[in-house]
Every structure is written in C-alpha cells, then in structure tokens.
C-alpha cells in the first residue's frame, strides 16, 4: 500500500509537472533521538487525536487525493486506530491500550525518529515515526518557542489562515464568497467585532497588566509567530506550501506568483477570538429566555406562569448530576428572592438587529447561489469547485451552546494500583485537519506535550507535564448579560426604534459603528459568482446591539455584554503557567494556574497523588438583586459592580467562589452542571443528562474499587455508544406503555423491541465491526421517529403551541447522532447534550405517581392521567412505527444513501481543505483524548 501511495503521488507530482511547476521540499536532517527526560509517567500516558497530525497538503497532494484516494504521510494514520474503539472496548485491558491510543511519553526512542529539522540554531523539530508529531526541543526558550511557530506552520498552515481571518470577519475576501462562508463569517462577526486597535489593545495589556510572566507571554508570542513566518518564507519559494493557497487564487498554481501573508502578533488574537467564541464563553439568550416567560405568564398567569417558567428552567435542579457531589456549594447567578431591574419586551417588539448591508452580485437576493467557474487547466479541473458548499462549516457559530468534552476522574484510593487515573479530552468537532494539533514542548521553564489550536500553539493547551496531566471541558456558566439601553435624539425629539443614540448616565451618547465590507470573486476552488457585502454592528458601553425593542411603551436597544469581550488574550498567562514545571507541582498549584485562565472551562488534573477540579472564568459581580436569566435595564444601579467600559473590565468573583476541589472519589464531567448553587447558564440541566451515563458508570467502578486505566476507558467507550433516551428514558416509557395491556400486535411488537434494545443496553453499534448495521435498529429507528413526536404530543396540548414554542426556542427537542447539530452539523459525533429528556423523565414519573424532585409545575402527559397518558404515547408511538427508514434518514449531500442508518450517524471529518477522509461509526467521545496514570512524581 506504501508502493502504490508514492506511486500515485508521483502521477500526481508528475501532473503538475506537465503545467510548467517545480516542487521541492524542506531538507531533513539526520536522525537523532529526541530527549525523553522528565517523564514520570514511565509508558502509563496515550493520547490520540484523529485524523492525523499531518493538516498541509500540496497541489500535488490535493490532486492526488481527489484522482486516486491517497493521502499525504501522516494526514489520516490515527482514524482507523481512533475508529476501533467502539467495536474493541469490550476486550481492553491496559495492555492492549496501544491498540487504541499512541504513547504520549516525552521524546522520541532513535529508531522511531522519522525525520529532524533544525529551523535555527536553537531549537530542534523531531518527527516520530507513528505518528509524526513535531517533538520540539529548544536551547532557549526564543528558540522553543520559533520552534512551536514553525511546526504549527507546517501542519496547520491553511487553517491557521482561515481562522485568522474568520476571527476578522474576512473569510469571504480571502476563501470565497459561498453561502456558508457568508453564514459564518457573519455569525462571528455579530457576536465578537473588532477593529485593529481592539486586536493590538489585547496585544499591549499581555506585557502591560502581568508583570515579568506577561512580558515573558508577549515575547513568546512574537518567537512563535517569527517561527510561523520563517516556515512561509521557505515554503512559498520551495513550492511545499498548502495547495489550497493556488486553489483559492492567492499563488497562481502554475508562476508561483502570489503572496501568503505573513503573520503578525494581532492574528493570534483573532485566533483566540475564535476559540472562545466556539468554546469558552458561557450565558447569553436573555431576550429568548424573556419570551418563554412572557408566554407562560400569557398561558398561566404571573404568578403561576413565572411557576411553570422556573421549572422548565431548571437553574439548580436537586436531581442534576453534579460534578462536585460532596455537597459543596458555590452559589452564583442564582434566581434573586425580589429581581429589580428587568427588562422584559412588550408583546411582538422585539426586532433583530440587522448586521449585513449593500449586498452586490451574487450576496444580492436569489444569486447567492450563482456560480460562474473560472477556465482552468484540463489537468486542475477535478479540483474545480472543491470549496463551493464553503471551506469552514456555515453553522459553526450558529448557535451560543457549544459545551463538549468530557473527563473521568478517579482518586487513587479506588485503583489497583493506588494511583489516580483520568480518561479525558476535548470533544471539539471532526475536522480535517483538526482545529487541534500534538505537539512536544521542552525548553527553559516549558515542558508540556499535548494538544492546543493551530495558531495558538506556543503553549500546550491540554496534555501533561513531567508528572501530571490537564484537560477541560466547556463549563458554560453565565459570563454574557443582555442589558435594555434607552435609545435617545441628541437633538431632544422624541427616540423611535430607529435611533442610533442612547443613554448612558444621563447623557445621550451615539453608538460607535464596526464595519466591515468584504467582496469576492470566483476561483478554482469556489465557483461563487462576484459579489460583496458590508456588515455592520453597532456597539455601545454595555456591549454589542442584537435587537431592539420597546419596553414599558420606550424604544430600547438590546445588548451582549461578556465579560471576556476584548480580554481573549488574558488567559496566556493561565497557559504559560501550565506548562512550566517549576509552577505546576501538586493540585493546588494547577489550580492557581487554572485561575488566570478567562475562559468558562471546567479544569482537571490528575498526577501519581492526587486528582483535582477547577471552574474557571471571569465571573462579573452582579448588582443586587439582578436576574441573570433575564434583560436588565441599562442604568447605573444595574451594573456589574466596578464597571469600567472603557476596557471592559468590572468586580470579579475570587477564586474561592468557583467551584474547586481536590481528591474527590471520582470527577465526571460531560458539560453538566458544576456544584450545588451553581446556577445553569441556560435550559436542560436536569435529572436526566448526558453526564448520566458517566456518572452511572464511574460510580459503579469506584465501588467495586480495583480501577484500572482499561476500565475506566471502557466506561467512557460504553457511554460513547449509548442512546441517552434509551438508557434513561425508555424505561419510564415502557412503564406507562405497559401501564395496561397493549391490544394492537403492531404496538405491542413495537413496545417488545423497544424493550429488548433497552434490555441490550440500548446502544448505537455495529453488529460486528465494519458491518455498518446495528444491533436493535428497528428499536433505534422507532426511537429516532417517535422521540419528537412523543415530545410534542405529551406537552404541547398542556402547554399550548405558543409556549411550547417559544421554549423549544430555548432548548431543542432532541440532539439524536443523526441529527443536524454540533461544531459541524450532521454527522459531528457529540450528541445528546441539549434535548427534552429531563422534562419527559419528570413528567413521566409524575404520572406514574413515582418521587420527583424539583418536578415540573404542572403534568402535561395526558393531563396527568396515567390512562390518558399511555393513549397519547400510543399515538404518537404508532405514527413513529409507520414511518420508513428513508424518511427517519433522509439521506444527504455527503453520500449518505435515503434510509441508511449507520450512514446517518456516522462521522465525518468535515474538510476544511482540499484532502477529505473516510467516514467512521458513530461515538459520542472526546475528540483529542488522555488516558494518564502517572506512577511517580518529582
């Protein structure tokens, strides 16, 4: 198979050479073995991120995949490996980890070295063999850091590009103008605009505001981006650089001629941007939240409406898994006794902000679909409209809940061997290449490897040091208000809706516009016909406008105001500490590292002694009083306490209120809620979660003790593989089903598989692996077609379609795998986060007359006759059973077949280049993942 990849890369080499092109590539040293010192985990840490660590691929390269299928080294060797896991995990055992996960341990053993690169005289850039990671070792710390530079460079290059000018509002100028580049860019746009100095305002503050460490982060950063620059300026001579770049017009493929633009230190902030926008920002959907409150108190009532509101809202629900559960308690953004200060809308005012104006060409109307392909050589022309259906996932930024990963900790006072192990990772999408890469680290005051962003990897972002390890999960806890401004006429006429002023203590004050105008043309790549577009958000001392209103008869502005907007940069610090092993040493000390991190991440830590848990964030003091859920009137006496605009900045909780602990029996976290009193930023955090199935698990094994790094791998793959419903829905379904005998055979077969795919565990896999059939699959498509109906009939008719609608607006009925959700939209592996189950769970067991705790105000199934109740589910169950497998899965654009289920579920690493991969069976897991048992410590 190697014989017929350089054999097929050659035809394709030879192609290019037919244009008139020259290739050369960078020169490898001889090899040498990488230094493995300071490791304390003696062969006990794997890692594993797929598709490959490998994310450049040349023109050649490019063409080569499209004519034959084959890939460039290293861009998809850890898919298959990553793929196995789910038919494999029954038999694993710490020995056959290595069948599943690469070894993390430092350095690189002489016969493993693939290839050594000197770039400068002070660093070196090992390549291993398995794998391909860049292993980085540095004489200074200015050379480690050009190091991390130029290796992101080579891997990562064309992503680290879009991504920068994502993070600008600029996808469409620099990738093309297709729908989903337009749907994107204006996504993020709207929800993080800068202008330049905003950018080089964070670049200042770095050294500014963090004495000697944030000199030591700016000085870093600008190693890391001379690293970057010093990869482009051999690359684009030598011809080896991403073929996207010919593709996309900015080199032209045949003279060379063109331009990549060199990096600068604003960039990585635009990266950062990015980042945490996807992953670290918590709160937000006031206004929604209003309007299901609205509709209650409508349906209900004030008193009774605010009743049913609140328990659907399920801000501290006692029957949540938490993930500190020895009752600590951490009260924040919690339900005031008696709000002030809201600022509910008055019925059907609420009008969105526009954002996108001046559109031209194909951005105007119904030609934002025309194409007008460029002429191209005979020999490019299976390239030809690669990015038209766009380069980056439209949906990307479409919605504010991006919580994924997941993490399983246990305390070494439960394993067999006495030392703590965890079983963590990022669930961060499917990409190829990832929007993650692995890297090595070591230098003076930096020894770390793992994983970080492409582009921001001058530090280890999750991974281990000498003697510990770190990972993360989105916490999500509320760090985003939306405050009502009173719109005004400096002139002294009275302010309509349209008024571009408003009032800020006392002052009629003007909003100050960020615009950005973006025009395209086609390309080889994208075939989008000509056109532009200008956006434009308005932006006041209480954040970014989103709608507007009237509230009490006043036309008002709303407005997004995070806490980290213009502080993306701050967490380097927490980063940089990290990675340094004369700071981290224990759990304390990772925790105080974790505490300068402004993202709203949950943090753990696991070495040879003990396990710990940090929830990080710059959580803004409230005023007295104020509902977080809820707009809040723009005035002095309703704003975070300390407010400074003028760099927004404000009074934040200490370290001391965030949820912490260290050596708790075990941690599981799956973007749950965090503690006790720690309010849930948004919808959804019930009895039934998707943390369950962790939970389950994990304390099962901690009280049988003996747990080892397989078993607990095991219970995070078995998880992976479940249906939340089936696991801890269904049987309280099957209960009101069975409540009385099933008289139609069709109903009462349909209840018997239902049954039996629970009794099996009710999982989604494969029958054997590669069969691409599951186990029960009528019982899964029975449930995939049932669970919305089931939904709409148990609660609608209680709730009335306008209230049922307007809190479907705030949590969605399921996030089944086939469903179109996630980083990526279908096919993106994370399920079963936000969805209805809680609410049926409860419900259900109302009905039967079991205990419920923090229950629903009201019972919606049948009105809360168990008779009525089980007719209703029958219904709907019986609508779900006569709907064929092609109309469950409809089939799509990515070669899914009408009525294949496996294909329905399946994931896909979404291309944000011109190589794509095979797709691989469904699992619900990190995905950059550690398995860590450190046995030693310094």
């Known amino acids: 198979m190697r014989r017929r990849t350089l054999t097929l890369r050659t035809v394709a080499a030879t192609t290019l050479l037919a244009l008139g092109v020259t290739l050369t590539g960078p020169v490898p040293h001889a090899a040498v073995a990488a230094d493995s010192g300071g490791d304390y985990c003696q062969g006990q840490c ?41 038919a494999g ?22 016969d493993q070295v693939e290839s050594v690169q000197q770039p400068r005289s002070d660093v070196t850039i090992t390549r291993d063999k398995a794998t391909g990671v860049p292993h980085i070792q540095g ?146 959907g006031q206004v929604q939240s209003a309007l299901a409150l609205q509709a209650a108190q409508n349906k209900y009532g004030v008193v009774k409406g605010t009743q049913v509101w609140e328990s659907f809202r399920e801000r501290n629900d006692p029957e949540a898994v938490l993930t500190l559960h020895d009752g600590q308690s951490f009260p924040y953004a919690d339900q005031p006794d008696h709000p002030r200060g809201e600022a509910l809308p008055d019925p059907g005012s609420v009008v969105p902000e526009p954002l996108v104006y001046d559109r031209t060409g194909s951005a105007a109307g119904s030609g934002a679909s025309a194409r007008t392909p460029v002429r191209v050589p005979a020999k490019l022309r299976p390239l030809q409209g690669i990015f038209d259906n766009g380069v980056l ?220 848990y940090y929830n990080s964030g710059t959580n803004p003091v409230r005023a007295a009083d104020v509902d977080p859920s809820l707009p809040v009137l723009a005035e002095q006496q309703y704003e975070w306490q300390g407010f ?60 049988q003790g003996g747990v080892t790094r397989a078993s607990l791998t095991q219970a995070m793959a078995d998880a992976a593989v479940t249906d939340l419903r089936g696991e801890d829905v269904l049987p309280e379904l099957l209960a009101v089903l069975r409540s009385k005998p099933v008289t139609d055979p069709q109903l009462a077969n349909a209840v018997q598989e239902l049954a039996n795919w629970s009794n099996d565990g009710a999982k989604r896999k494969e029958t054997s692996s590669g069969s691409h059939t599951y186990a029960d699959s009528d019982a899964i498509r029975i449930m995939d077609a049932w669970w919305p109906l089931l939904v709409k009939g148990e609660f609608e008719p209680g709730l009335g379609s306008d209230l049922y609608s307007a809190l479907t607006a705030n949590l969605g009925v399921d996030e089944s795998p086939s469903a179109g959700h996630g980083p990526t939209g279908s096919h993106a592996g994370s399920s079963f986060q936000f969805g209805w189950w809680s609410y049926v769970d409860k419900d259900l067991r109302a009905v039967l007359g079991r205990p419920v705790q923090g229950g629903l105000a009201e019972k919606y ?60 069976s469904w699992q619900n897991r990190p995905t950059y993942q550690q398995v860590v048992e450190f046995p030693s410590h310094r």
Not at 679 to 684: K, T
Not at 866 to 880: E, H, I, N, V, W
Request: some cysteine.
């Open 644 to 703: 400074d605009p003028a760099d927004n900045t404000s009074a934040a909780t200490p370290p001391s209120q965030h949820p912490q602990s260290v050596d708790q029996d075990y941690y599981v976290s799956w973007n749950n809620k965090q503690a006790k009193g720690y309010s849930s930023s948004g919808f959804g955090n019930g009895s039934v979660h998707r943390v369950n199935l962790l939970d389950d698990r994990v304390k099962r094994l901690v009280g």
């Open 139 to 284: 004489t200074t710390r200015s050379g480690t850091e050009f190091g991390a530079g130029y290796a992101a460079a080579e891997d990562r290059l064309w992503l680290m590009d879009l991504f920068r000018h994502v993070g600008r509002g600029e996808l469409t100028s620099f990738a093309g103008g297709a729908a989903a580049n337009q749907g994107l860019e204006q996504q993020f746009f709207s929800a993080a605009p800068y202008t330049e100095a905003d950018l080089q305002a964070q670049v200042d503050r770095i050294a500014k505001t963090n004495g000697a460490r944030g000199q030591q982060a700016l000085a870093d950063a600008q190693s890391y981006v001379d690293g970057i620059n010093a990869y482009i300026g051999q690359a684009k001579p030598g011809r080896y650089f991403p073929g996207e770049y010919d593709l996309t017009g900015h080199v032209n493929a045949i003279t060379n001629a063109g331009d990549i633009e060199p990096f600068k230190l604003t960039d990585l902030i635009a990266l950062g941007a990015v980042v945490g926008a996807l992953f670290g920002s918590g709160g937000g």
């Open 393 to 612: 996932p439209g949906n990307l930024f479409s919605t504010p809940k991006k919580g994924m990963s997941n993490a399983l900790l246990v305390s070494g006072k439960y394993t067999a061997s006495g030392h703590p192990v965890a079983v963590f990772g990022p669930q961060t999408g499917y990409f190829a290449p990832q929007l993650l890469m692995r890297e090595e680290l070591q230098g003076p005051g930096i020894s770390a490897r793992g994983a970080a962003f492409a582009g921001l990897s001058m530090y280890v972002e999750l991974g281990r040091g000498q003697d510990y390890a770190w990972s993360a999960t989105s916490a999500g806890q509320d760090v985003i208000d939306t405050y009502a401004v009173e719109l005004c006429d400096p002139s002294g006429n009275k302010p309509t809706l349209q008024s571009n002023s408003y009032l800020w203590h006392g002052s009629c004050v003007p909003f100050e516009k960020i615009e950005r105008t973006d025009a395209w043309s086609p390309t080889i790549a994208d075939s989008t016909a000509a056109g532009s577009y200008r956006m434009q958000v308005y932006r006041t001392k209480y954040g970014l406008v989103t709608a507007r209103a009237t509230v009490g008869g006043k036309p008002v502005a709303y407005t997004s105001l995070r806490s980290s907007y213009q502080h993306e940069a701050d967490s380097i610090i927490g980063f940089q500490m990290l990675n340094d092993p004369g700071f981290v040493h224990d759990a304390q000390s990772f925790q105080q590292a974790a505490q300068h991190i402004n993202y709203t991440f949950n943090w753990f830590y696991a070495d040879s002694r003990d396990i710990a």
């Open 89 to 110: 995990y029954g038999s694993l055992t710490d020995a056959t980890l290595g069948d599943f996960y690469n070894s993390s341990s430092f350095g690189v053993p002489s």
């Open 861 to 920: 199934c049948g009105n809360g006759d168990l008779a009525a109740c089980q007719s209703t589910l029958l219904d709907t169950l019986k609508q779900a059973v006569a709907t064929p497998a092609n109309q469950v899965y409809p089939g799509d654009g990515t070669g899914c077949s009408a009525g294949d289920q496996w294909c329905a579920d399946s994931i896909l690493q979404r291309p944000l280049g011109g190589v794509t991969d095979d797709r691989i």
């Open 46 to 86: 794997d890692d594993i991120l797929p598709p490959g660590e490998n994310g450049n691929a040349t023109l050649a390269d490019i063409l080569g995949n499209k004519l034959f299928g084959t890939h460039p080294a290293h861009t998809e060797d850890q898919l298959g490996t990553y793929g196995a896991l789910p």
